[in-house]
């Protein structure tokens, strides 16, 4: 099962809506076929661990993280290729949340007179899948809220340069973070401030759609976000701004989505719709708490730099929540605490 978790991270950030599935078949102690899922539309990882084995899958034992498909969807349900495949055992990591298969892809193989095991490594195929389940049971992309502070909690100086608060191996990571994410958010003053390019930075030849939230559209005319020969760049504004700027940009091939009234649940609702399953907020602090406030941040991820900047009027990550008592903070559950050459990682998730 380790070895499918494996094989299925070969596809990291390259399968929404689709899970992240690898499959191994083996034939008395030895691995006669493998696979992974490449990307929605293609085959899903069973069948190319079958088309592996070939014949030596008659008999064989055929283990995949996540429960085998029952369900004709681009492509036909796996259990029956199991079936024809002559697989005599089924070892699974969890059952599969998609109401599609639920349980039924387990249930038609026991049926057909096949050994089936569930639950072997559940934990951590549960982990590896977590934007796949959120989005299959909530209808919403996984949000992954990433800042980084200094000690004294300011994302930046009194004049908003914050280049950089974290060393390099921080950054580092959160360049693996993009290449993994469906999509990485800004809102405009981010983009006026800082100029980002919100891609990978040549960590993985992947780079997420980078996504911007600005109702005024009051956003500069020359950014490095406008050039979408690396990465492409959807903007979410509200009818009538900027009108001449929107011209502009959409020549340049940037998207641009336009709402009446710019909510960040219609922003969310328009990512889902678009197939993606985890969102990067990499914003300032105002539209941390709006995400928040709409609960479209379900993880947290906080780099903390050991130096102090000081400055009464110097951002913060998380802007106004409404709380006036302590006993309101948002308590994260599931902390892990990693140490990144001196900079600290905090990880874990909002509760509910
Ligand atoms: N067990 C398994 N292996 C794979 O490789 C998969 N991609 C899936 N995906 C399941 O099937 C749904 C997508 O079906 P189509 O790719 O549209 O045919 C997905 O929601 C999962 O339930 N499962
Ligand atoms: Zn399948």
């Known amino acids: 099962?380790?070895?499918?978790?494996?094989?299925?991270?070969?596809?990291?950030?390259?399968?929404?809506?689709?899970?992240?599935?690898?499959?191994?078949?083996?034939?008395?102690?030895?691995?006669?076929?493998?696979?992974f899922h490449p990307k929605a539309g293609e085959p899903h990882a069973e069948v190319f661990a079958l088309r592996a084995a070939g014949e030596q899958a008659r008999g064989a034992t055929l283990y995949v993280n996540l429960e085998p498909?029952?369900?004709?969807?681009?492509?036909?349900?796996?259990?029956?290729?199991?079936?024809?495949g002559g697989i005599r055992k089924v070892v699974v990591g969890m059952i599969d949340p998609d109401p599609r298969v639920s349980g039924t892809g387990v249930e038609t193989l026991q049926q057909a007179g096949l050994e089936v095991v569930?639950?072997?490594?559940?934990?951590?195929?549960?982990?590896?899948?977590?934007?796949?389940?959120?989005?299959?049971?909530?209808?919403?992309?996984?949000?992954?809220?990433?800042?980084?502070?200094?000690?004294?909690?300011?994302?930046?100086?009194?004049t908003g340069h914050s280049a950089w608060v974290t060393g390099?191996?921080?950054?580092?990571?959160?360049?693996?973070?993009?290449?993994i994410a469906d999509a990485v958010i800004v809102g405009g003053n981010t983009v006026r401030q800082d100029n980002p390019h919100l891609t990978s930075h040549g960590v993985s030849e992947r780079n997420p759609?980078?996504?911007?939230?600005?109702?005024?559209?009051?956003l500069p005319p020359?950014?490095?976000?406008?050039d979408t020969e690396k990465a492409p760049t959807l903007i979410f504004t509200?009818?009538?701004?900027?009108?001449?700027?929107?011209?502009?940009?959409?020549?340049?091939?940037?998207?641009?989505?336009?709402?009446?009234?710019?909510?960040?649940?219609?922003?969310?609702?328009?990512?889902?719709?678009?197939?993606?399953?985890?969102?990067?907020?990499?914003?300032?602090?105002?539209?941390?708490?709006?995400?928040?406030?709409?609960?479209?941040?379900?993880?947290?991820?906080?780099?903390?730099?050991?130096?102090?900047?000081?400055?009464?009027?110097?951002?913060?990550?998380?802007?106004?929540?409404g709380f006036t008592q302590m006993t309101e903070a948002l308590p994260l559950k599931e902390v892990v605490i990693?140490?990144?050459d001196g900079d600290l990682l905090v990880e874990g998730y909002l509760e509910g």
Not at 8 to 28: D, E, S
Not at 243 to 262: M, R
């Open 69 to 84: 498909c029952n369900h004709q969807g681009r492509t036909p349900p796996c259990t029956q290729a199991i079936l024809q």
């Open 222 to 226: 020359v950014a490095h976000l406008w």
């Open 1 to 35: 099962m380790r070895r499918c978790l494996q094989l299925a991270r070969k596809a990291l950030g390259k399968t929404a809506p689709n899970p992240l599935v690898g499959c191994v078949i083996t034939q008395g102690g030895k691995i006669v076929g493998q696979g």
């Open 118 to 158: 569930v639950g072997v490594e559940e934990a951590a195929c549960r982990q590896l899948n977590e934007a796949f389940i959120h989005r299959v049971l909530y209808q919403r992309p996984l949000g992954i809220l990433k800042y980084a502070m200094t000690l004294d909690g300011k994302i930046a100086t009194t």
């Open 238 to 321: 509200q009818e009538g701004s900027n009108l001449p700027l929107q011209a502009q940009l959409s020549q340049k091939g940037v998207e641009i989505e336009v709402f009446d009234q710019l909510t960040l649940e219609a922003v969310i609702e328009s990512l889902y719709e678009r197939g993606l399953s985890q969102i990067f907020w990499e914003c300032g602090g105002v539209l941390a708490a709006q995400a928040i406030q709409a609960k479209a941040v379900q993880k947290v991820m906080a780099f903390i730099a050991p130096k102090i900047i000081g400055g009464s009027g110097a951002p913060s990550p998380v802007g106004d929540l």
């Open 209 to 218: 759609l980078r996504v911007i939230v600005s109702p005024s559209f009051n």
């Open 168 to 179: 390099e191996k921080a950054r580092h990571l959160v360049h693996q973070q993009r290449a």
């Open 338 to 340: 990693t140490s990144l």
